[in-house]
């Protein structure tokens, strides 16, 4: 039984499609947001692609990532060439990843009894105790920003001193997640397109283009999640309902369908008690390295002491310089600690 007919939980039950298992995949039926980019690892496309989904989903393909800090020196550039890969990401709409994913399986409104419960519902609103974390003093305001050039294949992560802000490729336009105090984010939000955009330009430096528009603003609260226990007896908790993280970098939802990749792999065999305890311990380094990775990005490189300043252009001025180092960290936000194709 998958509770939730999400990203996650639909690649779970595509994934365990010839298992010799009968599959209950539920949806509570919540609204998805109007504007919600994905940013998709090539090791996410190849998920999809052995699922049979990736063709139905319209994606732009991301061939570089410039790192850069406002008003500091230090950037380094990623490149899907050094990595060995076509390309380091894709970038999608929400709607359309479930759309297509759904259009492959079959959703039902019942909670049958089962000898697994499969828990991908989401971020979960669970009593104290059963999740850790903390609330960032950041929100995020995500939208989509139409730039003269248009946006190609390039995609640019830039550390300001309040969060970071990225800018996504998409169909000739940009989806910007941008992390900042949370009254800040607010009037952001809020405020209207000549103000946004003259705020953008500051920030955003001259590499992302002229920005000429803005559509789909929303504001977003940011936290980290984790369960404490990810299996217990016949349960188990995957993606945003056992790790809820910072959007720096895009690696949550990567994280989640690899936590459903490997559990697909897990229950083929065994839907034991015994199997869940092995799969969860199976997850613990891939999850604790990507929440340590994205937590340190967002409040590490967050800030406008001189020093810290200083450290962090250091660190991004040796990534630039040395190629062994950079393959690894791009290889890593691919594939996960684990997850090597």
Same mark, same amino acid.
């Given at each position: 039984?998958?509770?939730?007919? !999400?990203?996650?939980?639909?690649?779970?039950?595509?994934?365990?499609?010839?298992?010799?298992?009968?599959?209950?995949?539920?949806?509570?039926?919540?609204?998805?947001?109007?504007?919600?980019?994905?940013?998709?690892?090539?090791?996410?496309? &190849?998920?999809?692609?052995?699922?049979?989904?990736?063709?139905?989903?319209?994606?732009?393909?991301?061939?570089?990532?410039?790192?850069?800090?406002?008003?500091?020196?230090?950037? =380094?550039?990623?490149?899907?060439?050094?990595?060995?890969?076509?390309? &380091?990401?894709?970038?999608?709409?929400?709607?359309?990843?479930?759309?297509?994913?759904?259009?492959?399986?079959?959703? %039902?409104?019942?909670?049958?009894?089962?000898?697994?419960?499969?828990?991908?519902?989401?971020?979960?609103?669970?009593?104290?105790?059963?999740?850790?974390?903390?609330?960032?003093?950041?929100?995020?305001?995500?939208?989509?920003?139409? =730039?003269?050039?248009?946006?190609?294949?390039?995609?640019?992560?830039?550390?300001?001193?309040?969060?970071?802000?990225?800018?996504?490729?998409?169909?000739?336009?940009?989806?910007?997640?941008?992390?900042?105090?949370?009254?800040?984010?607010?009037?952001?939000?809020?405020?209207?397109?000549?103000?946004?955009?003259?705020?953008?330009?500051?920030?955003? !430096?001259?590499?992302?283009?002229?920005?000429?528009?803005?559509?789909?603003?929303?504001?977003?609260?940011?936290?980290?999640?984790?369960?404490? %226990?990810?299996?217990?007896?016949?349960?188990?908790?995957?993606?945003?309902?056992?790790? =809820?993280?910072?959007?720096?970098?895009?690696?949550?939802?990567?994280?989640?369908?690899?936590?459903?990749?490997? &559990?697909?792999?897990?229950?083929?065999?065994?839907?034991?008690?015994?199997?869940?305890?092995?799969?969860?311990?199976?997850?613990?380094?891939?999850?604790?390295? =990507?929440? +340590?990775? %994205?937590?340190?990005?967002?409040?590490?490189?967050?800030?406008?002491?001189?020093?810290? +300043?200083?450290?962090? !252009?250091?660190?991004? %001025?040796?990534?630039?310089?040395?190629?062994?180092?950079?393959?690894?960290?791009?290889?890593?936000?691919?594939?996960?600690?684990?997850?090597?194709?």
């Amino acid at each position: 039984m998958i509770r939730g007919a !999400g990203p996650v939980g639909c690649t779970l039950a595509l994934a365990l499609r010839g298992a010799g298992l009968r599959v209950a995949l539920h949806d509570s039926g919540a609204a998805a947001p109007a504007f919600r980019p994905l940013a998709l690892s090539y090791a996410t496309r &190849l998920m999809f692609e052995r699922i049979g989904v990736w063709a139905g989903i319209a994606a732009t393909p991301i061939e570089r990532i410039l790192v850069s800090q406002a008003g500091a020196f230090g950037r =380094t550039r990623l490149d899907a060439h050094d990595a060995g890969v076509p390309a &380091l990401g894709y970038v999608a709409e929400y709607s359309d990843v479930v759309k297509a994913l759904r259009a492959a399986v079959q959703i %039902t409104a019942e909670l049958p009894q089962a000898r697994c419960i499969v828990h991908a519902e989401g971020t979960p609103a669970e009593p104290a105790g059963q999740m850790r974390g903390k609330r960032y003093g950041q929100d995020a305001v995500v939208a989509l920003v139409q =730039t003269e050039p248009p946006a190609a294949h390039t995609a640019h992560e830039r550390f300001t001193e309040e969060g970071p802000l990225a800018l996504l490729p998409h169909a000739g336009r940009y989806a910007m997640v941008w992390s900042m105090r949370p009254e800040r984010a607010e009037t952001l939000a809020s405020a209207d397109q000549t103000e946004f955009l003259s705020r953008f330009a500051r920030v955003a !430096g001259p590499a992302a283009g002229r920005p000429l528009a803005v559509q789909w603003r929303t504001c977003q609260p940011l936290a980290l999640k984790v369960r404490e %226990t990810r299996a217990s007896g016949n349960e188990v908790y995957i993606g945003n309902a056992a790790q =809820t993280l910072h959007p720096v970098a895009g690696q949550g939802l990567n994280l989640g369908l690899r936590d459903a990749w490997e &559990l697909a792999a897990a229950l083929r065999t065994d839907l034991s008690p015994q199997a869940l305890e092995r799969f969860a311990a199976q997850r613990r380094l891939d999850a604790s390295a =990507t929440i +340590r990775m %994205t937590d340190f990005l967002a409040g590490g490189f967050a800030g406008s002491n001189p020093l810290l +300043r200083a450290a962090r !252009g250091a660190a991004l %001025t040796a990534l630039d310089v040395f190629p062994a180092p950079r393959r690894f960290f791009a290889r890593r936000m691919i594939f996960g600690a684990r997850a090597i194709p």
